[in-house]
């Protein structure tokens, strides 16, 4: 017998029953693409209609709120020009008292988005418009991340220069050359105003001074802008009750962490409104989600203070120029409404247009 069929035969194997060899496995079907989800609708929550919300009643005149430009002024700034120009238009014909920005002027606080913030503000700043201003956490520090309290508004928005205007009251006594605190005195239609602004995340030494301000103009109804103050939720900055549920409070920023400290909302509620009886309206933007919300709440001595929260800058565009009116009525109670002179639309949904009764 030859070598191999010995070895074949003690192996036990047959050459000729060798196994064949398998077949690769077939490739998998290629998996059915994904049908494309529908765009989301930006204002799915809202009713667009076409042109301007109602003129205001004969005996009313109007507060202009601009939240949150920082988008505009970073990228879209013929936005924020239109704004303004629509705003210097239609001064008379709405009986426009005040202008109100909400703060983050610019997004990343440097020269060439102060630039164009400015430039947008300048037929206000030419005019005997008041004008009533709060910086927001991206008008802070360098690249507006708010780690520390260093601003470019004073030198594009200076007191030299904001002094001289209309209802002017004077800057926080601590920093008289710093714009970021101010007050103001309106007088509209024979109501009396004290407009309170404050900086993004008051210092306790600033709710000192306002404490002061407010008390020094007892025969004045006082309103607060400030950038951060209530939440989307309908309820104010308040970490010890929400946690992280509200994101981007105030005590979350690096400013924050310096010597002086901030306070959020639910503190400047305790430390400041509701040691007066002469609040009827705060306002503030910086929120994300929707950008809108409401609240009231009673003081000790059974006033209540509606707060308002309304900011666009997640809208397309950055923002697509919404404004909101805020019709102030004889008898005391208040109609906002939103409305782009960009678009040329109002916005009737029900947190974009409704009463305040009180």
Known sequence: MRPLLILVGLLGLSL?????????PAAPAPKAAKPAEPPKDPYADGKLVAGEPPAPAADSFTFVVLPDTQNYSERYPETFKAQTRWIMANRERRRIGAVFHLGDITNHNNDVQWRNARAA?????????PLCIVPGNHDYGAGGQAKTRDSLMSEYLPVKELSRRPGWGGAYD????????????????GRKFLVLCLEFGPRD???RWANGVVAANRDREAILLTHAHIFSDDTRYNREAYGKKQTANPLGYGMAKLPE?????????QKLISRHETFVLTLNGHVAGDGLGRLVTTTPGGRPVPQVVVNFQFR???????LRLVEMRKDGTMRMTDYSPVLDKTNVGPQNSFDIPW
């Open 16 to 24: 000729s029953s060798a196994p064949a060899q398998t077949a690769a």
């Open 121 to 129: 503000l300048d037929p206000i700043l030419k005019s005997d418009l």
């Open 174 to 189: 601590k920093e008289p050359a710093r714009s970021e605190n101010s007050y103001h005195r309106l007088d509209i239609a």
């Open 205 to 207: 030494d600033v709710l």
């Open 261 to 269: 400290g901030v306070n959020e909302g639910e503190q400047v509620w």
């Open 316 to 322: 397309p565009k950055g923002g697509d120029g919404w």
